[in-house]
């Protein structure tokens, strides 16, 4: 108790040394706080009996213990306040790199991590802060754990700056270059038995758990008059289970200078995404899209093909897998882009290969790098022959990369139901030694295992290798009989024999003769 009256009576001192309180009451609470400050040097004990000692001495209704606390929490706010504050200072010294500089370094850094870098400092949550740390979106995930808010936060921070945004469940394997592995995500890990679950059952497992993102998840693209979206170059959508045809086209309408469009297992129709992309995206430069539903969106006419041809002029990759493509459309669309570098229609239904005939020799198609023409299904044995007797004679000069693997082998020419495992009319030795600058993979099963029931197939769980294999058997090569009918041009691609199983709608035909 000494001790206290002690502490007392220096500050009894020291408060009649000091001006008036009505002069300057913040120099008296200065003074009263390190008066008040000064009595952590006492015992723990010594402030117990104290205070017990002066509630003892108040009212019964005294609100002491209530001020007491309130006069804790508040010196514990200010200290810590004071703590950050000090330690921001600390770390704008030490940190070596000007603001400007910092802001760089962070819009370098993938999503993530950008967030994690904000968490660590004052001063580092500040230069996070600057929209060009936003430019580049990556919120693509393994699993789903970004919901809309997430995205409506990051790209409101971004504002005009925003140049890039993946968005979605991406699948866990990777598909490399050339591989033609399903897209569409299936978290396996909560699937026990692969072979005891058909294609429905997975995806509505994939369903409930990307339910986290809605249609409306890029929304704030338009937001602010559409300033985040009216820079956008790149935009990926992987899995995105609620996405609708009018959200997606909303979309887009506010990206008008969109490069690059990757759409992954949406359930949105390529006629309309293809009209919506040519309709706002006028500067694209690569497309893929990816069916979520292999084989059964028949939507594509030929009238839509010619717009998407029409207004955009600068397409030079392309990629539509697992749609159901005829081959009158197809040719409209690699005749008609002139810049046209990459295609893949990998796992697309109808396509036959006729719509090469006499491409090769095209203007414009010339500049063809990257073929992909990978398990499509209804692919001819004898379409095939004559595209790699066209390269031998001298076509395709600049394709590098040709797939024309068939998990299921190659159709017949007069009944795409007897299936081709082992051709003997493929020249595929002759143009590994004529192009040896060009990747031929041509992978075929050893023996048959097709499966006759379209539906069956449809619901089958989809296994395809994703690594590439330029090695060929020997029973893989042989000699091409087919040259001189290769080299008349057919114009829509479709002859009468394949009319009675790939025939037109009228309303495409009609489209066809505009």
Known sequence: MDSVVEVQSRSSTSMAKRQCPSQNPRVEVEHLLDAFLSLSELPSLSL?????????????????????????????????????KRASHHNSLAWPL???????????????SLCHASAACSLFSKCAKDPQCYANLDLATLVPKVNNAVVATMIQRAGK???SLKLGVVPVASTTHGSCQPMVCIVRNTIVEVSNFSWNDKRSRQGRESSILTRCCLSPLNGDGGAPGALLRKLHLYNIERMDNASLGAALSACPSLLDLEIVGLHVELRQTLMSVSANCHLIERLFFESSKTGRDDS???????????????????????????????RILVKGFRKLKYVDFSTSYSITGNFLRNLGSCNGVNLLEVLILRDCMHLKEMEVTRLLTAILAGDFKLLVHLDISNREGLASEADWYSRCYNSRILPIKQVLEARPDMR???????????????????????????????????GS????????????DQGSGEDGQDAVIYEESSDEIDSLAL
Do not use: W
């Not at 002066?54 to 703590?83: F, T, V, W, Y």
């Not at 000007?98 to 993530?112: A, E, G």
């Not at 594509?300 to 159901?324: D, I, M, W």
């Not at 075929?444 to 499966?451: F, H, K, L």
């Open 300 to 330: 594509l006419k030929a009238q839509t093909c010619y717009e998407l041809v029409n207004n955009c002029p600068h397409l030079t990759s392309l990629s539509l897998r697992g749609f159901k493509l005829h081959d009158c459309k197809v």
């Open 48 to 84: 117990d009996l104290s205070f017990e000692k002066l509630l003892e001495s108040m009212p019964a209704d005294s609100d002491l213990i209530d001020r007491a606390l309130k006069m804790g929490s508040l010196l514990l706010d200010a200290a810590k306040h004071s703590s950050r």
């Open 440 to 474: 031929l993979v041509a992978e075929y099963p050893s023996e048959g295992s097709y499966i006759e029931t379209f539906d069956t197939d449809l619901n089958s769980d989809i296994s395809l290798p994703s690594e590439f294999s330029s090695h060929t058997s020997d």
């Open 477 to 488: 090569v042989f000699m091409s009989t087919s040259e001189s009918s290769y080299n008349s």
């Open 161 to 163: 700056a925003l140049r």
């Open 98 to 112: 000007p603001p400007d500089l910092t802001i760089k370094v962070f819009s370098m850094l993938d999503t993530q």
